[in-house]
């Protein structure tokens, strides 16, 4: 088992993550202004072309780079070029990073490191999506000015978030629908205690319509303009799926639907919570490789 | 059935439950500002000394007056007399009321009109605490960096916003413990899956130390500065009973804990559902006495 | 706090509650025929006219007596008196008993004991109410041919074991639907995710046809002729109402619909459970009255 | 769309089938002594060796055959020869069952015929799981002398059964532990509210030695004599894992443990259920091959 690690860059979840991998590891953290990280067990290095460690694993965030040479660092005021960034791993170390292009990868693995990319993990992809299921939740409390219990809700699609949807929902006395396309998909609506809807009669059925809260988790275009006119004014949308995403937003406003596009809700709703995801999924990547 | 309802004053709830008699029963509003009432539907009272019609059923918001003379108001820029809807209510008229003070009341019964309050209903008890709860769930998504999923969760009291906090948070995997006094009451969390504990035996158990989140319910003292000394810093307080709570706020924020004071809940987060039990509750007492 | 336990006659409940008596006390057991008693460390009093001790708790059965004057003993060959039973409590000592005749109550006042019914008690009334919606979920999955997911459901009451049947049933995706009297009665099953029809509706709704099982709880004459009539030919019922019962089962069975009469459910499909119950009742009444 | 169908031997669930399919089309059966096929609009072929019409679809059943040549048919007192049944389709015909051999296959394409495998869909599993789920929970209702409220749940594998059996339970205030070896399984278990355990810690943890009731979903030797031992000898097992099973059922049984395996529970516990999910896969095959 590793014993030093190294947290570079990132937002407040990986701030929160250097602070969770303390109680096991040594830990030092770059890429973050004085002050974010709280854990007085975490060692903020402050000069990196100096005072950088040689860790068994380096973290890097998610995503690691934005314009593919400098490191993603929204809560520090420098820059750090990854290339600096070979000299914070030991020989044979570990690298874990987020959304890691080839690019990016070829750099670290060129110096001989391992690099993994959490992102790809699927226990990782679970319980993100039980955090944006949550987030999502929460976006729907706060703009609907009436309860959630004993709504209609259509949730799009029948992925991980949809199921977590659905869970989280089953305490609140909805009525749900899913829309998917795949049968057994509609199937497992079915098992959940949902009604269930071919995606292909969306536009003959009344599911639409009769919706108080629609949820969309599909990254394809799926409500369109045709569709949206079909859906009732005082609807509120959410739009939970990657760019492009499944909702016309502009269609949406032009006819006074309010539709709301919500990324990257983990990060924002619950950075904590989304640190331990991440430093579960490195544990268990190390677990598996040792 | 009566056909003709004016609704006199009150916030949002009320501005929504006018535009909600309205599928049903002739409705004018007074007390709201121009711009208030939306729905068409609605026959907005400009100058209530003069245009004021007899209604077979009149509306006062809850509190019916703050101050024992004038009706209460949050949405108009003017004063209404409580002396001046004496004439807005037909001969053997009904009057409906939150909280009515004995001297109101006496003030409409004197005029020979039946007076219900309303918020002596336990149906409407029952569906205010649903709506507290969500908006309860609503204030801990905010406040909690982390997801709901998985939480510790103490609920002390285990009356209808109890229930229904425990119903909403079904679908969220979390731990739930409740704190009561009576052995029914441990016996109802021990039916709806909850760990139960005598509120008595609070300062032995580990069950504040453990409690991510704590919602208290009981309307007295219960959460004193010994017993807060007992909870985790981390945890997030959130005190719905009415004043003067069941939490001691100030010493909490003395010992560096996150407590939170929620009032009135429905009425801010869901005016259109808390209109709606109104309305319905209304409906219910008409039904009986018929 | 009491050291000696005599549990005196009764069904497997109270072999059982003699059992798990014995972790916490001295136990002795009578009424039982050999063999019963499947615990070491409870001592069986064969010949009750001579070995009995003075215990500090006597716990009668429930009923105590079928006759008002022996003890309701059906897992024993012999007869015993009540009135032997005099001899087995110590002076100023307690005795335990459900549904007990006021001449059965006086009998033991008169020697100077104090006496409980624990059938009286909301806590044991709340669980056995648990362990009933078990049941009657028992009975109906053995007697649907097909899965009570996605069966439409109707409970007729809204007291306690509709609420445990709702609860239980909530992981099945029913749709279920409440038929009571009173509007808060409604407001909860609104709660609980149900929907809600006024009792009076019945004849003219369409949830009795639509029924695929229908479980009554409400101890008053309820699925007349005229409404067994409305049912659909493939509908389960199942009463669990105490006598006479709320469904017509004479009428039901001549109008070839399957109707059940479930009665004392806890004691015959969850007897270990049952005995526990009554045992954690005997120690709350006991906690309360040092 | 086709018009005929001949549905051809199969147990309760292929009668019942048969009855659901005459709802929409024109349905024959053979296979069944007379009395087993209750629907009217069902034509029950006495002579199959005369009287055959050519369906659009033929549908066999579940397996098609136990010894490669004849049709299974556990309704009826003859024999019918697999080859008979090539004249029961018309040209261009469909040819649906379950668990079709390479063999038996191969006679029906050589015939010109499109064969299909409903029990390859997903659809028909996932639905299939949920209806095992039940049963299974039945088996658990039945055998348990307390309550499953409140009981400790052990699931071994997070398939569709785990994840159907985890939904029942959740109405049940139970404790549900689910041991898997993916870490993804894990995650799942986490969103659905369950403790996780991976499978190589069952022999280091107390989860067996704590579970009142285990239910193995893994069709591989899991808990073989080693791990039995760490059992409770109240604890009740149920295995739902086609042969060879996961639970040593002989060193259950030399143990004093009570181990039951439950094969083909939807079959038997929910016939109807059964059928129409059969009906369902077979129709959003036509659906997909138009």
Chains 1, 2, 3, 4 share one sequence.
Not at 29 to 41: C, E, L, V, W, Y
Not at 78 to 96: D, M, R
Not at 227 to 250: E, H, R, Y
């Amino acid at each position: 088992m590793p014993k030093i690690f190294t947290v570079a860059g990132g937002d407040m979840r990986f701030s929160s993550l250097a602070a969770q991998l303390a109680d096991e590891f040594t830990v030092y953290a770059a890429g973050f202004d004085p002050g974010i990280i709280k854990s007085h067990r975490v060692t903020l290095i402050n000069d990196i072309t100096k005072d950088l460690p040689e860790a068994d694993c380096l973290v890097l965030p998610l995503p690691v780079s934005n314009d593919g040479s400098s490191l993603n660092t929204p809560l520090y005021e420098g820059t750090i070029p990854l290339e600096l960034l070979l000299k914070a791993v030991k020989k044979n170390g570990t690298v874990f990073g987020g959304k890691i292009s080839e690019d990016i990868r070829s750099i670290f693995e060129a110096a001989g490191f391992k690099v993994f990319d959490y992102l790809e993990r699927e226990e990782m992809a679970v319980l993100n999506a039980l955090a944006t299921a949550e987030g999502a939740l929460q976006i729907a409390l706060e703009k609907q000015p009436c309860t959630i219990s004993g709504q209609n809700i259509l949730i799009l699609g029948m992925g991980r978030i949809a199921k977590s949807l659905i869970r989280i929902l089953s305490g609140f006395g909805c009525s749900v629908t899913i829309a998917a396309r795949k049968y057994s998909d509609l199937a497992w609506a079915e098992v959940y205690g949902c009604k269930e809807l071919h995606i292909s009669e969306l536009l003959y059925s009344d599911a639409l319509s009769k919706s108080d809260i629609i949820f969309n988790t599909v990254p394809s275009m799926i409500l369109n303009k045709a569709l949206l006119k079909k859906c009732n004014v005082s609807c509120l949308m959410i739009d939970l799926a990657s760019k492009p995403g499944g909702i016309d937003i502009n269609a949406a406003e032009g006819l006074g639907l309010r539709a709301v596009r919500a990324l990257s809700l983990p990060g924002k709703t619950a950075p904590v919570s989304s640190g331990r995801i991440i430093g579960n999924t490195i544990k268990n990547i190390l677990n598996e490789t040792e």
